[in-house]
């Protein structure tokens, strides 16, 4: 501690010295304007901490720019003056809008690096982010004897002040829980203090006698700092929470990138029947690898009731439902089951409250023709040793029957999406190694630009012929249960021991998974356990910038439609922590094909070191490689210059405006007019 504090006035009093090495280069003089230029792009000074590590995945996540100096790597750039400043076309520019530090003073005691900031951040207004440090005087802060903590922090139920909601927090309802997950691992420490003279909280708790600082602005010596005197990752929703404000605070709102909070819920398998768990056999009768099922086969459907619930429960939370349906497997289902069919009348009869997508007709295999005599499946091979497929045709007329049936149902859908039932006919690993030849031919003949994918397989966006993939996450909602014991009783096969009657998948594959200490209660554990733990990893994505849908079953909606206790605590669990101006986007699978295909471009320019970006006065301007459009995040107010006059810029999101920018015609930038 007494090291840091001579660390901050050592590097206070070299800054008069080096302030006059970033000054405005003499030969601005001679320019008309010497107004500077603030490039659009982000300090990252790297200790190989968490919470350096966890801001840094915020600016990748949301498209940020930013320059990485690992300070453990012994070929890394001096921070000094040339570093950090320049001089461009006679004007001179800052390299940087934003510097974030692992703490304070990294560089340690007299460092001419800290001073080279430190004057840097006073010449051109430039805001600086200390990750993670200790409460103390150096940053605003009394010590945490005074009034303080030191500590554990799981479970604190900390909450954004008046000065938070005002400025870069608003866009948060107020409250910040932090996480205490298990009682037996502790997972958030820190320490909470006083404000000093200059110090404004923006995030405090209660302590005995009042309450303390977490993180706040230190405004001193013509610079500002935002003080987190708490550790975290990247993963934890105290973080999350946070990130966005950590980011428009640093970057004073004017930013390349864009956020936004999306969660979008795919109901695969509608009209069509699901097989159901055996807790007897360990297995789903019906499924190849199910050794003594045959003959105890059971299936799980929606019923009526179950449709008008799922309407009525989409009312109700403001959230509609992805329908992704297989009308021939329903039609079979009919006509095995006495030519009626209540549930599908219903779902018809309430089309017009859902949304809809292609699933295939009847569900099929649309990969290899697989060979199922043994365990694991394989791909079956003709005389010459070739694989064999399924055939265009017979793809193709799996998508085209299923959105002639929907036509004739009155049923709306976008047909240029699709998701193939299991995500066959793209490559399944290990069996399977390549896509299905004949996929992309039938997807062209069908006018199918965005198909399904697994984010478990392929979390990437990838063609498959001229349609491009959207990857899904799948919920930990299983496909083959419909009742909450069922639920429980194949969690716990799988994540127990052999020991406690389990699988021991999670002994063979400790890297992936980690077995229960003990099996849940089949009366209870899905409410208790599988439900706030599917409920945390579904709010990590909402969290992380990611449009990447959720999929789940028709099975889920049926019996204890054991689907909705999951949507409910992550819709109820956000609106409570998130102002209205934040609201969850729930798009459809080809807004988010869009998204990530723009995501790509996007992050390739910035790669190949194609983007310039910079701030002068009230303009921005944005220049990127033909046909790349640029995310910004700007002020409310800020207009985009159009070739004759402007227009308002962006949309509306979290006390901003922001949106996917490009150059109107005519024009070869961007050109942004802030307030």
Not at 344 to 373: E, I
Not at 444 to 469: I, Y
Not at 546 to 574: F, G
Not at 583 to 601: C, F, H, Y
Request: glycine fraction near 10%.
């Amino acid at each position: 501690m007494v090291n840091k504090n001579r660390m901050n006035r050592a590097a206070a009093a070299m800054a008069a010295a080096a302030l006059m090495s970033v000054a405005v280069p003499a030969a601005t003089a001679e320019a008309a304007d010497a107004t500077p230029r603030i490039d659009l792009k982000v300090l990252v000074v790297d200790d190989g901490g968490s919470s350096v590590g966890a801001i840094t995945a915020q600016l990748k996540d949301t498209g940020v720019p930013y320059t990485r100096v690992d300070l453990a790597s012994a070929g890394r750039p001096v921070i000094n003056a040339a570093f950090l400043a320049d001089t461009v076309d006679g004007r001179p520019r800052a390299k940087y809008q934003g510097v974030v530090l692992p703490n304070e003073n990294p560089f340690g005691e007299g460092s001419a690096e800290m001073a080279a900031l430190t004057a840097y951040e006073t010449t051109y207004g430039i805001r600086q982010v200390d990750a993670y440090t200790w409460a103390h005087p150096g940053v605003g802060l009394e010590y945490t004897d005074n009034g303080g903590y030191s500590g554990q922090l799981d479970g604190t139920q900390a909450a954004v002040t008046a000065a938070g909601k005002a400025g870069p927090f608003g866009y948060l309802g107020g409250q910040v829980a932090f996480e205490d997950n298990s009682a037996m691992v502790p997972e958030s420490y820190g320490f909470m203090g006083k404000p000093r003279t200059g110090y404004t909280s923006y995030l405090d708790a209660p302590v005995t006698g009042g309450r303390a600082s977490l993180v706040g602005e230190y405004t001193h010596d013509g610079r500002s700092e935002l003080v987190v005197t708490f550790g975290y990752n990247q993963y934890q929703q105290q973080f999350r929470l946070l990130a966005r404000g950590i980011v428009e605070w640093l970057t004073q709102g004017v930013h390349l990138g864009q956020e936004r909070s999306y969660f979008a819920v795919h109901v695969d398998d509608v009209f069509a029947p699901d097989a159901r768990w055996s807790k007897e056999l360990n297995c789903t009768p019906g499924d190849y690898a199910c050794a003594g099922g045959e003959g105890k086969e059971s299936t799980i459907r929606m019923t009526a009731a179950d449709a008008q619930y799922a309407a009525q429960w989409q009312t109700s939370k403001n959230f509609k439902l992805d329908m992704l349906f297989n009308a021939g497997a329903g039609e079979e289902w009919k006509a095995e089951n006495g030519g009626t069919d209540a549930m599908t009348a219903q779902l018809v009869a309430d089309r017009a409250k859902f949304r809809w997508m292609n699933h295939t007709y009847t569900h099929p295999f649309l990969g290899c023709v697989q060979d199922t005599s043994t365990s694991p499946w394989t791909c079956t091979k003709n005389a010459q040793g070739a694989t064999n497929w399924m055939s265009r045709a017979e793809i193709s007329a799996q998508i085209r029957d299923n959105n002639n049936w929907a036509a004739s149902k009155g049923i709306t859908l976008d047909r240029s999406e699709l998701v193939t039932g299991e995500h066959s006919g793209l490559k399944t690993l290990p069996q399977q190694p390549q896509d299905n030849p004949n996929l992309a031919g039938a997807l062209a003949d069908n006018g199918v630009k965005w198909a399904g994918s697994d984010n478990s397989r392929e979390p990437d966006q990838r063609a498959v012929g001229a349609a491009l993939t959207v990857p899904r996450h799948p919920m930990n909602v299983y496909y083959n249960t419909g009742t909450n014991a069922e639920m429980a009783d194949e969690y716990n096969w799988i994540y127990t021991s052999r020991a406690d009657g389990g699988s021991g998948i999670c002994e063979d594959n400790p890297a992936t998974s980690t077995c229960l200490p003990a099996p849940l209660n089949t009366s209870t554990g899905y409410l208790d356990h599988i439900v706030p733990a599917e409920a945390r990893t579904a709010m990590r994505h909402v969290l992380a910038n990611d449009p990447r849908p959720h999929y789940v079953h028709q099975s889920n909606l049926a019996e204890d439609r054991t689907l909705y206790p999951v949507l409910n605590q992550v819709l109820d669990t956000y609106r409570a922590l998130y102002a209205p101006s934040a609201p969850i986007v729930n798009q459809s699978m080809k807004d988010t094909g869009v998204e990530l295909q723009r995501r790509a471009a996007w992050n390739k320019a910035l790669a190949d070191g194609k983007v310039t970006a910079y701030k002068i006065g009230k303009d921005v301007v944005v220049k990127a490689p033909s046909g790349v459009a640029a995310p910004v995040t700007a002020p409310n107010g800020t207009k985009k210059q159009l070739l004759l006059g402007t227009a308002d810029f962006g949309t509306a999101y979290a006390g901003t405006r922001s949106a996917w920018t490009a150059p109107e015609v005519l024009q070869s930038q961007v050109t942004l007019k802030l307030l």
